[in-house]
């Protein structure tokens, strides 16, 4: 096995036992507890907490997968061309605020919990996946388009069978993108009451406490990388499927 792949192993065992098994971690975390009090987080279970967060995760970014898909489709297409500054322009709005901003305005909209969480997620993601997603469709050679259009295939078709395969390994790499950033940002909904690591850190703040602080953001860019070398895996094996060489992931705008 390569050393990333045992790497990976290494880091999804370690993430894994933390959850699952969190006393056995406590020696370690003691110096960072104050005296006489939790070195472990005690007041929910931190395995149905990460559950939490990456629903919430998974939540946000798949309908925002959706829609900036569908807008790169729509502005890759003759009759959808000129709405491609419009598009870059509302993909992009969600990025021009700080998630804290967003959760702050959606707040008295649709009060706390889960909701302001994921409207911040949802347009905090759109534009990575958006210009990943554009950039595929717009990379597919005249000559494979050329080769589709002798075969009689209709613009339906080609777009099926031709466009979103080869730009595939692209999108899943904005995917990708998006989805590290909101397990990161994730946690700041715990501010507003949506349930994810982040209550973890912030109890740790209010009782003064670096041991369950350290739990929270450790736990949390662990998530981070499970994700991130998750969807690096997929996206690889889209290329290797399409015969495609490896290109690296985009970086988001801003």
Not at 161 to 165: A, G, H, N, S, T
Not at 209 to 224: H, K
């Given at each position: 096995m390569r050393p990333a792949g045992v790497l990976r192993?290494?880091?999804?065992?370690?993430?894994?036992?933390?959850?699952?098994?969190?006393?056995?971690?406590?020696?370690?975390?003691?110096?960072?507890?104050?005296p006489n009090m939790p070195v472990i987080y005690d007041r929910a279970s931190l395995s149905s907490l990460a559950l939490s967060h990456l629903a919430l995760v998974a939540a946000a970014i798949i309908p925002s997968a959706l829609l900036a898909s569908a807008l790169a489709i729509l502005v890759t297409r003759p009759a959808g061309a000129e709405f491609l500054p419009l598009s870059r322009a509302l993909v992009g709005f969600g990025q021009t605020f700080p998630p804290v901003a967003v959760l702050a305005l959606a707040v008295p909209v649709v009060g706390f919990g889960t909701w302001p969480t994921l409207i911040a997620l949802f347009l905090y993601g759109l534009l990575p996946i958006f210009e990943n997603a554009l950039a595929g469709l717009t990379g597919v050679s005249g000559a494979v388009r050329l080769a589709a259009d002798g075969m009689g295939m209709t613009p339906g078709q080609k777009l099926r069978?031709?466009?979103?395969?080869l730009a595939l390994p692209l999108m899943i790499e904005g995917v990708r993108i998006s989805a590290v950033i909101a397990v990161s940002t994730a946690a700041i909904g715990s501010t507003v009451a949506a349930r994810s690591l982040g209550e973890v850190i912030i109890?740790?703040?209010?009782?003064n406490?670096?041991?369950?602080?350290?739990?929270?953001?450790?736990?949390?860019?662990?998530?981070?990388?499970?994700?991130?070398?998750?969807l690096g895996m997929v996206a690889e094996a889209a290329r290797n499927r399409l015969g495609l060489p490896a290109e690296p992931a985009s970086r988001p705008a801003g």
């Open positions: 192993l290494a880091l999804l065992a370690l993430t894994a036992a933390f959850l699952l098994f969190p006393a056995l971690f406590a020696p370690m975390l003691r110096p960072l507890a104050p069978r031709v466009e979103l395969p109890a740790g703040l209010n009782a406490n670096l041991s369950f602080v350290v739990q929270g953001g450790l736990l949390t860019a662990a998530l981070a990388l499970i994700v991130y070398e998750a």
